[in-house]
């Protein structure tokens, strides 16, 4: 089995629409959204949710106020100043500040202080038309992304061993967070969407250097890679150094932007395009 990764640096580089259109091309695959934050891959493999999941992400740790003493012993244990007392109000949590330890509930004296599991962010198993897929959703401002992605992988795997499947595709999360980490480990092959602009360089040289810590196989594309030919060069020249092979210049064209908004895949909408060409000489080449 073999598990491909598809990044970028940053957000907006068509990461998604070269994972969609690969999706449509491998045929024998699990597909595995990584891109919990802001998941968009849905929008072009149109899933059929089969299973529901929850995610347990942390605590909410909250006072009540009618039990609570002012003692003062929570806000003194918590290392994170997330516990604000005011003359003559309750003691109170801060929920953006507070990491979720526990050490304050237990250093009540009177069981004021109680924490729940978070449950709103969910995880998915789904049909689609090529396959599997496994997503999920996070809220706004919820953290341990990273555990999710790990997460989602893991049931990816459990189920491309289960239905003998040939390839794993995740579509990963830009940038280089705790989710592009979870992404990258284990994974058999990178292949890595650039956007010809200098922050697109700027943020695949720190991707880049990212992934030489893991010494995994990296294959790149540059997409768009005629809106600024000189900074297309520049990557060029920058992948020639990290001996990343470029699998593809991918030019601009607007038969990428009508897919998307008719919610298909490239290959799908236009296959004998010299895009979809391109994007098919790419699979045959990260594919083996
Ligand atoms: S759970 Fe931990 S971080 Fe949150 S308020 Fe209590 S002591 Fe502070
Ligand atoms: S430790 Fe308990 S009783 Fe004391 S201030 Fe905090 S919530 Fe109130």
């Known amino acids: ?19 969609g259109a690969l999706v449509s091309l491998a045929g024998n695959a699990i597909i595995c959204d990584n891109d919990v934050d802001a998941a968009d891959l849905h929008l072009l493999l149109h899933p ?18 009618k039990k ?9 244990v918590c290392r994170f100043n997330a516990i604000r007392s005011f003359p003559g109000e309750n003691y109170d949590i801060n929920p953006y500040s507070c990491e979720g330890c526990r050490l304050c509930e237990r250093m009540c ?48 795997k459990a189920l491309a061993i ?48 990212l992934i030489e810590t893991f010494k995994i196989d990296t294959f790149a594309v540059i997409n768009k890679f005629d809106i600024n030919i000189e900074v297309s060069e520049d990557i060029q020249k920058y992948l020639a150094e990290k001996q990343i092979p470029l699998l593809a210049k991918i030019p601009f064209d607007k038969s990428m932007v009508e897919s998307m908004v008719l919610g298909k895949t490239i290959v799908e909408y236009s296959p004998e395009s010299y895009i979809s060409m391109l994007i098919k000489q790419v699979w045959n080449k990260i594919s083996i």
Not at 51 to 62: A, Q, R
Not at 68 to 76: F, K, L
Not at 142 to 147: D, F, L, P, R, T
Not at 178 to 207: F, M, Q, W, Y
């Open 162 to 209: 289960a239905k003998e499947k040939k390839y794993i595709i995740n579509d990963g999360p830009p940038g280089i967070g705790c989710s592009t980490i979870a992404s990258i480990t284990g994974t058999n092959k990178i292949l890595l969407v650039i956007e010809p602009s200098k922050s697109g360089l700027h943020d695949v040289k720190r991707l880049i250097e």
């Open 109 to 156: 004296p009177v069981g004021a202080i109680k924490s729940e599991q978070n449950t709103n962010n969910k995880w998915y198993v789904s049909d689609t038309e090529y396959g599997n897929m496994i997503h999920a959703q996070m809220e706004p401002g919820e953290e341990n992304s990273g555990k999710l992605v790990s997460e989602i992988r893991k049931k990816a």
């Open 68 to 76: 609570c003493v002012s003692c003062g012993n929570c806000e003194s």
């Open 1 to 19: 089995m073999l598990e491909i990764t598809i990044l970028s640096g940053k957000g907006g580089t068509g990461k998604t629409t070269i994972s």
């Open 48 to 65: 059929k949710i089969k299973e529901k999941h929850s995610f347990y992400s942390g605590w909410n740790v909250t006072i009540d106020s």
